[in-house]
């Protein structure tokens, strides 16, 4: 395979298929018309805003989850298999998914001595390993979500 | 299309001045670079380069203070700057060419030396819909200070000023007008000669953002009669964290220093101090020396070349990149005002700016993404942000060809 050809595979494993489709059809987009918890993650560099917002019952499970807000197709696709991800988990199990995927895009991608997280189709978003300015596109609703779940008041960021 | 001679030599000396530029002797990801980020931050060409290295190798030293050789070769330099930039704008006086760290210091020093002293309450600073954040943030922070108020002119859906509606916001109680020569985000040309004979009509001071005028077009402060004139080296050819602000004599006398510290005075004692004379009264510390010295190198360059040939090789290309661009199918432009520079934004489909970004990239393809520091502009064309491609002196038509076909690209991935 040419140089060429692999910088362009890159591009392409970026943009695979199930980015592209939540990016164009994102999952839970909108309101809940019933939340307890919410935060906003904020990208000052680039400027995307999204809001993630949060239904979770009293014993910790999580009953409902939606985002709104305008960004990449990366950042959209992540909130979106997000939403779709941590919906019937409880609360410190989609804490743990938080922990495993910024571990999994950002660093070594262990767990440091934690069980492993199975990650199943947040894989996709792996193409960003190889794009270091994306990679808090891909971040940016996580850090949303840990955010929520901690009651921060100030909207979280990639910074 | 039939050239002219004049076209035609106009086109030799330009074209020829890419292979002066060491950065653009490279691939990137593997496909000759086709840098269209100009307007973020311009190349160095060689010149500037060695320049800066020599100085940096020989004569190094703190200038205005040793009577030693190194002390004078960094001193002579340093004012040899100077005259080079008085020259690129035509300045009538090396003390109204005070240096700066760039744009944003200049227009900071004019907030806080010409306008938190003199203004109140009762007084305003104008600006437009289409500044950059530099000039917009320095004037809110000073009227916060003063009380004075801070009024918007708008622009139209080409990006265009608002001619009359700006005219009539000239009111007797403002006190200063700051407006872009050419907008970063639209490349929109204001027609500054006029706007500064109608605000000078009515006792108004002018200051010009002239950081994306002065790498594409031929400057002449005492033509514009301008009062202030703010600009940065690095989007001229010259190093980071140099600009200069040019401040017509009688204004810069009258008004207080920026900064305290060394350079800037004649003597201090702990009864009182006096401060130097200008331009060294808004010099305080150490400056940018070996900075300086490559900026006034860089102005060397751009006369030895000529900016009346950039000007006529930019606009060219820019009509080309243009035409180009709105051929592709969902292409929507934003800024098509009927007078611009160097400056194309534009939007691709639903595609956002980033993931073009990045796929461009891929194809050796440098444009900037995002607000372009102007969320005034993205929030009236309704759009977070837009892709800009922006060129400079060493562009070519391949550049803008290797944007065509990398935009091709992102339509196909995100088809």
């Known amino acids: 395979m040419t140089a060429t050809g692999k910088q362009d595979d890159d591009v392409r494993d970026l943009y695979r298929e199930l980015i592209l489709d939540h990016a164009r059809s994102p999952r839970h987009f909108g309101k809940l018309p019933h ?17 993630l917002y949060l239904d979770v019952a009293d014993d910790d499970t999580i009953r409902d989850a939606s985002f709104e807000g305008s960004g990449c197709a990366i950042s959209v696709a992540s909130a979106s298999l997000l939403t779709d991800m941590i919906v019937g988990l409880e609360a410190n199990q989609a804490i743990r998914y938080f922990e495993a995927v910024t571990a999994h895009l950002v660093g070594d991608g262990k767990m440091h001595g934690r069980a492993p997280v199975d990650l199943g189709k947040l894989r996709a978003l792996e193409g960003v390993r190889e794009f270091p300015a994306r990679v808090k596109c891909a971040t940016l609703a996580w850090h949303a979500l840990h955010s929520a779940l901690r009651h921060d008041a100030a909207p979280a960021t990639t910074e | 299309m039939t050239q002219t001679p004049q076209h035609q030599e106009t086109s030799a000396s330009v074209s020829a001045c890419r292979n002066d530029f060491p950065a653009l002797q490279q691939e990137i990801n593997n496909h000759p670079i086709a840098y269209l980020d100009s307007a973020a931050s311009a190349q160095q060409p060689a010149v ?34 100077r005259d080079h930039l008085r020259e690129f704008i035509n300045a009538s006086s090396r003390s109204e060419i005070v240096f700066t760290s760039g744009t944003t210091e200049s227009i900071n020093l004019v907030a806080q030396s010409f306008c938190r002293p003199q203004f109140g309450a009762d007084d305003k600073i104008l600006i437009t819909h289409l500044e950059h954040h530099s000039n917009i943030v320095p004037w809110q922070l000073v009227c916060e200070q003063t009380g004075a108020e801070l009024v918007v002119a708008p622009i139209d859906e080409r990006g265009e000023l608002e001619l009359e509606r700006l005219y009539e916001l000239m009111t007797d109680d403002v006190r200063l007008l700051a407006i872009a020569h050419v907008s970063n985000a639209l490349g929109t040309i204001n027609p500054v000669y006029d706007i500064i004979r109608e605000a000078h009509s009515r006792d108004i001071p002018v200051l010009v953002d002239g950081a994306q005028g002065v790498p594409h077009m031929a400057v002449d402060v005492q033509a514009l009669d301008c009062d202030f004139f703010a600009f940065s080296g690095h989007k001229m050819f010259g190093p980071t964290g140099t600009g200069v602000l040019y401040g017509k004599e009688k204004l810069l006398d009258a008004m207080p220093p920026y900064q305290g510290g060394g350079d800037m005075i004649l003597e201090v004692s702990f009864s009182g101090t006096t401060f130097n004379e200008l331009p060294y009264k808004f010099e305080a510390g150490t400056p940018n020396i070996s900075g300086m010295i490559g900026l006034g190198a860089a102005a060397a360059y751009l006369d030895s070349i000529g900016l009346r040939h950039i000007a006529s090789w930019e606009q060219d290309l820019l009509d080309y990149m243009t035409r180009r661009l709105s051929e592709i199918e969902g292409v929507r432009l934003i800024g098509t005002a009927a007078n611009k520079a160097s400056v194309q934004s534009f939007l691709v489909g639903d595609i956002h700016p980033h993931d073009l970004g990045t796929i461009l990239d891929h194809q050796g393809v440098a444009i900037r993404t995002g607000h372009h520091c102007a969320m005034p502009v993205m929030d009236f064309f309704g759009v977070p942000g837009t892709a800009r491609a922006s060129l400079a002196l060493y562009n070519n038509r391949n550049d803008i060809d290797q944007l065509v076909m990398a935009l091709a690209t992102a339509r196909e991935i995100f088809s």
């Open chain 2, 48 to 81: 500037v380069i060695e320049t800066v290295a020599e100085y940096q190798r020989y004569d190094h030293a703190n200038v205005h203070r040793g009577v030693h050789t190194l002390s004078h070769r960094a001193t002579d330099a340093y004012e040899g700057a």
């Open chain 1, 35 to 51: 939340m307890t918890h919410t935060a906003e993650g904020i990208n000052p560099l680039c400027g995307d805003k999204l809001k």
